[in-house]
């Protein structure tokens, strides 16, 4: 199963998202049957993830993302994908108007988790405790998506 991760700028939420969901794939020894990748509404092409996520990722985490550059979404990534996980409504509805026929596999991250309709708030620009928050939120709903998924093996 493939997951795409998407946000605005793809430098924050879902290169964390990305990474914190390979990340776990590869520790429970299930990498085979699971990847995800990220993307953004509006990403500038090339740009780093923010210095925060990257920050938070390494020292919490043990995750290395000083790689990752941002990439728009595309009609491919979007058809390639199994799911596509927006970070807030806003961007689910961004992503289905670009691609109509990816309807019924676009879902917010939260809403995907754990059927509810919150978005996860952009820490950029903010301080290192506001991107450690989101990492856990997200953290938090990646779980319950492995949880669910894994169940489909």
């Known amino acids: 199963m493939k997951l795409l991760f998407v946000c ?4 924050c939420r879902s290169p964390m998202a990305e990474a914190l969901f390979n990340n776990l794939v590869r520790e429970r020894a299930i990498p085979d049957k699971f990847s995800a990748e990220s993307a953004g509404t509006d990403a500038p092409e090339g740009e780093r993830a923010s210095e925060n996520a990257a920050q938070v990722l390494k020292e919490d985490y043990g995750i290395d993302i000083s790689a990752h550059r941002a990439r728009q979404v595309s009609a491919e990534m979007v058809e390639k994908a199994d799911v596509v ?3 807030t409504k806003a961007h689910k509805e ?3 108007s670009y691609f109509p ?5 676009v879902f917010t991250l939260n809403e ?3 059927g509810v309709s919150r978005d996860i708030s952009d820490p ?3 301080d290192l405790p506001e991107y450690r928050r989101c990492a856990r939120e997200i ?4 779980e319950k998506i492995i949880e ?3 169940a489909r093996k």
């Open 124 to 126: 950029y620009g903010a």
């Open 101 to 105: 026929q990816a309807k019924g596999k």
């Open 85 to 87: 996980l927006a970070m």
């Open 139 to 142: 953290l938090a709903a990646i």
């Open 112 to 114: 995907f988790a754990f």
């Open 8 to 11: 605005a700028g793809n430098t």
């Open 148 to 150: 669910k998924i894994g």
């Open 94 to 96: 961004k992503i289905v």
